[in-house]
């Protein structure tokens, strides 16, 4: 057995020894925490974590992910001692302000594919663009909605977007939930949308008050399994739909193609997909 894997492996647990670290074992004081204090140059430990953000955003995320200034040593140390690389290094935990990720995939490492593994709270929005895949895994509930305008924005968690809308004009979507990925509301201008229905059936996008398709060229791409009869498949719900997509395709995980009949109705969309042969 790999002792240092298993250590490892579990990434709530290495967090929270981490932080055990960080506060010395110590017990909180009885004083109020200061406001977030990112000590100045310290941007430049996050350069290479995160090449496609700005100076200022990884100060941000810095900021987000500290510990509370209220224990001995720490309060003394000018913000130096609150900083939580480990944290920091899945990203945002807050979105303070709205927030603009350009990831340009022909730069490679982490340009061309990212995880934020935080739980991203706040009153900001997410605008997603480039061509690099960044896949949000969080138990998400920021506020202001997510708009993606490039590249790949991948829902690893049923939460992945938020509380808000999901507004796509450009790039692609894509839903790699175990659950049904929820917003507020979809709104669908071009673009592509991805469901996995490999990994779990239920898949779906679930917009607890309209869904709009209201461009001319959306897509809808279906990842499904080894098919040998016909399967529906619910892959939109909501208290409204408007629209339709212009093109859907399904391929199972040996690239074979399918044939594909959407039922659109009041309240949602079912795909039947069939064997083509």
């Keep these: 057995m790999d002792i240092e894997a298993v250590r490892y492996s579990d990434r709530k647990k290495m967090k929270e020894r981490y932080r055990e670290a960080l506060t010395y074992g110590f017990e909180p004081l009885d004083e109020p925490s200061l406001a977030p204090e990112v000590p100045k140059g310290a941007e430049v430990l996050l350069a290479s974590r995160f090449p496609y953000l700005t100076n200022m955003q990884r ?18 140390s000018r913000g130096w ?17 709205n927030i603009d990720v350009n990831m340009d995939a022909s730069d490679g490492g982490f340009n061309a594919e990212d995880y934020w593994r935080n739980d991203i709270s706040g009153e900001g929005r997410l605008t997603k663009n480039g061509t690099g895949t960044l896949y949000l895994t969080g138990n ?62 239920n898949a779906q996008l679930k917009a607890e008050n309209g869904i ?12 499904v399994p ?10 939109l719900t909501s208290n409204h739909l408007e629209g339709e997509f212009k093109e859907i395709n399904a391929v199972d995980v040996e690239g074979n193609t399918y044939i594909v009949a959407m039922n659109y109705a009041e309240n949602g969309a079912v795909v039947t997909v069939s064997p083509s042969s």
């Design 140 to 201: 998400n509930t920021y506020s202001s909605g997510t708009l993606v305008q490039g590249g790949s924005l991948i829902a690893a968690s049923p939460t992945a977007f938020g509380t808000n809308t999901l507004y796509v004009t450009d790039g692609n979507v894509e839903i790699s939930t175990k659950e049904a990925l929820t917003v507020s509301d979809f709104v669908m201008e071009g673009g592509e949308l991805t469901i996995d229905l490999v990994t779990n059936e």
């Design 212 to 223: 709009y398709l209201a461009g001319v060229d959306q897509v809808l791409h279906l990842h």
């Design 81 to 97: 001692g609150r900083l939580n690389l480990v944290d920091a290094a899945d990203g945002y935990a807050e979105f303070n302000g």
């Design 226 to 235: 080894i098919l040998k009869m016909p399967v529906s498949y619910t892959v």
């Design 59 to 76: 100060r941000t995320v810095l900021a987000t992910t500290e510990i509370n200034s209220n224990y001995p040593v720490i309060n003394k």
